[in-house]
């Protein structure tokens, strides 16, 4: 049996000091991989809306904290006084089923909480402030800052924990082993279902709602391409987002799978195995496709290795890590072509297809690898709650969003760009920003 793969209803070992320690410089690391995104975000977009982009992402963060102390925290039910049997829970075939956590608002007995406990909620601070950028890239260009502002409110505050509560604080999905012994319940221990399905299924919401940018599908089955503005913000992003996550994979293993300190190295290794067969497959596919690398999917392609990273890194072995990174970078060009040109989304960033798509992946492949019998049953009970559940849900609460903060900005906001737009100036007031054909 691999070392980190948990045994269902084996008892929590207490957190030394030295442990405590290492955890929280962990996460203390694990927002670089926030700030990679955030510049991955602004490169992939015009240069008419970069300012805007940032800034977005800053205040989207500032949001989606806040929302999740007020409210979110208290629905997670990771803090004492908020076990998953003082929510909201069923009972059905004489099991307990529960599905909402219950405590104290604004962050309510946090101060009297174990360590552990308090590093748990130190992750969902995190994973909130990482899930609510996704769509936020997906929208680039059309997308208004209060309207972006909207949805992490509604994500950070309701959603997300949600959610979190059924992975990670005793919910109805992690407590599949107990329940129906599949394996030891649902595995979410890098946050790929609970960050990054959640942000990429939200990315789907958004651009669904929002539409295409002006011009790029000028006619039935045609596809204008629209490089983003800079491919070094790009790929300087992911190699910043490749130390955060190496921290946050490490952080996730010892949080949510009890791993033993000689365990953290390979998990390390396993996010870089994952991340550098995906860049590698998708180099070569672009290659051979296109006649020559394509920077910005490579780029796709590096961060959806690591978004698969997420699920399965910590219960791998080194080669299944290479394989699930393989697969991942072989797979995201072909769906981001896939999904633009039959589909017609206009996704930006790539957020359905690199941390949508590439989580759900991943996850199904920690079923795989994992040796518990049942686990990969348990992953597939979860897979099918986020596309069935979470992915209705989030659509149907924006769609409403919609009709009070109208998403999308007006036709002349998008033509001059959001950052004269929104922001009265460019972020490159040195240079002439030519407007596109589309608009003459």
Same mark, same amino acid.
């Given at each position: 049996?691999?070392?980190?793969?948990?045994?269902?209803?084996?008892?929590?070992?207490?957190?030394? $000091?030295?442990?405590?320690?290492?955890?929280?410089?962990?996460? %203390?690391?694990?927002?670089?991989?926030?700030? @990679?995104?955030?510049?991955?975000?602004?490169? +992939?977009?015009?240069?008419?809306?970069?300012?805007? /982009?940032?800034?977005?992402?800053?205040? %989207?963060?500032?949001?989606?904290?806040?929302?999740?102390? +007020?409210?979110?925290?208290? +629905?997670?039910?990771?803090?004492?006084?908020?076990?998953?049997?003082?929510?909201?829970?069923?009972?059905?075939?004489?099991?307990?089923?529960?599905?909402?956590?219950?405590?104290?608002?604004?962050?309510?007995?946090?101060?009297?909480?174990?360590?552990?406990?308090?590093?748990?909620? =130190?992750?969902?601070?995190?994973?909130?402030?990482?899930?609510?950028?996704?769509?936020?890239?997906?929208?680039?260009?059309?997308?208004?800052?209060?309207?972006?502002?909207?949805?992490?409110?509604?994500?950070? /505050?309701?959603?997300?924990?949600?959610?979190?509560?059924?992975?990670?604080?005793?919910?109805?999905?992690?407590?599949? @082993?107990?329940?129906?012994?599949?394996?030891?319940?649902? %595995?979410?221990?890098?946050?790929?279902?609970?960050?990054?399905?959640?942000?990429?299924?939200?990315?789907?919401?958004?651009?669904?709602?929002? !539409?295409?940018?002006? !011009?790029?599908?000028?006619?039935?089955? +045609?596809?204008?391409?629209?490089?983003?503005?800079?491919?070094?913000?790009?790929?300087?992003?992911?190699?910043?987002?490749?130390?955060?996550?190496?921290?946050?994979?490490? /952080?996730?293993?010892?949080?949510?799978?009890?791993?033993?300190?000689?365990?953290?190295?390979?998990?390390?290794?396993?996010?870089?195995?994952?991340?550098?067969?995906?860049?590698?497959? #998708?180099?070569?596919? #672009?290659?051979?496709?296109?006649?020559?690398?394509?920077?910005?999917?490579?780029?796709?392609?590096?961060?959806?290795?690591?978004?698969?990273?997420?699920?399965?890194?910590?219960?791998? #072995?080194?080669? *299944?890590?290479?394989?699930?990174?393989?697969?991942?970078?072989?797979?995201?060009?072909?769906?981001? $072509?896939?999904? $633009?040109? /039959?589909?017609?989304?206009?996704?930006?960033?790539?957020?359905?297809?690199?941390?949508?798509?590439?989580?759900?992946? @991943? =996850?199904?492949?920690?079923?795989?690898?994992?040796?518990?019998?049942?686990?990969?049953?348990?992953?597939?009970?979860?897979?099918?709650?986020?596309?069935?559940?979470?992915?209705?849900?989030?659509?149907?609460?924006?769609?409403?969003?919609?009709?009070?903060?109208?998403?999308?900005?007006?036709?002349?906001?998008?033509?001059?760009?959001?950052?004269?737009? *929104? %922001?009265? !100036?460019?972020?490159?007031?040195?240079?002439?920003?030519?407007?596109? $054909?589309?608009?003459?």
């Amino acid at each position: 049996m691999n070392p980190l793969t948990p045994i269902p209803s084996a008892p929590v070992p207490p957190m030394s $000091e030295g442990v405590f320690a290492l955890a929280l410089a962990l996460l %203390l690391l694990a927002p670089l991989a926030i700030a @990679g995104v955030a510049l991955i975000n602004a490169g +992939l977009g015009r240069s008419r809306s970069a300012a805007q /982009a940032l800034l977005g992402n800053l205040a %989207l963060i500032a949001v989606a904290v806040i929302a999740f102390a +007020l409210i979110g925290a208290a +629905l997670t039910g990771s803090l004492p006084g908020s076990s998953g049997s003082a929510g909201f829970s069923i009972q059905a075939a004489g099991k307990s089923w529960s599905w909402l956590g219950a405590g104290s608002f604004l962050l309510g007995g946090l101060s009297s909480a174990a360590p552990q406990t308090q590093l748990a909620v =130190l992750f969902e601070f995190l994973g909130v402030a990482m899930a609510v950028l996704l769509p936020w890239g997906s929208g680039a260009d059309r997308l208004r800052l209060a309207a972006g502002c909207a949805t992490a409110v509604i994500l950070s /505050a309701f959603v997300f924990p949600l959610l979190a509560h059924w992975t990670w604080a005793g919910g109805w999905l992690a407590s599949l @082993g107990t329940n129906f012994s599949l394996g030891a319940g649902f %595995l979410d221990a890098g946050g790929a279902a609970t960050i990054h399905a959640l942000g990429g299924l939200s990315a789907l919401a958004v651009v669904w709602i929002t !539409g295409p940018r002006r !011009g790029k599908f000028p006619k039935e089955g +045609l596809s204008t391409a629209m490089p983003g503005h800079n491919a070094a913000y790009v790929l300087f992003g992911c190699m910043v987002a490749s130390v955060g996550w190496l921290a946050w994979n490490a /952080a996730g293993a010892m949080l949510w799978l009890h791993a033993p300190l000689a365990a953290l190295p390979g998990t390390a290794i396993n996010t870089l195995l994952s991340a550098s067969a995906a860049v590698l497959a #998708t180099l070569i596919l #672009t290659r051979v496709r296109f006649g020559r690398p394509d920077a910005s999917l490579c780029a796709n392609g590096w961060l959806a290795g690591l978004v698969a990273s997420s699920a399965c890194a910590a219960i791998a #072995t080194p080669g *299944e890590s290479i394989f699930a990174g393989a697969v991942a970078g072989i797979f995201t060009p072909l769906l981001v $072509e896939l999904l $633009e040109l /039959a589909l017609s989304i206009d996704d930006p960033s790539g957020a359905v297809t690199v941390h949508g798509a590439a989580s759900l992946w @991943g =996850l199904f492949a920690a079923g795989l690898f994992a040796s518990a019998p049942g686990q990969l049953l348990a992953q597939l009970v979860g897979i099918a709650a986020l596309i069935g559940v979470i992915l209705p849900l989030v659509y149907l609460l924006f769609a409403l969003l919609n009709r009070l903060v109208p998403f999308r900005v007006d036709p002349d906001g998008e033509r001059m760009g959001m950052d004269l737009h *929104e %922001l009265g !100036g460019g972020a490159y007031p040195e240079f002439v920003i030519h407007r596109d $054909e589309s608009y003459r």
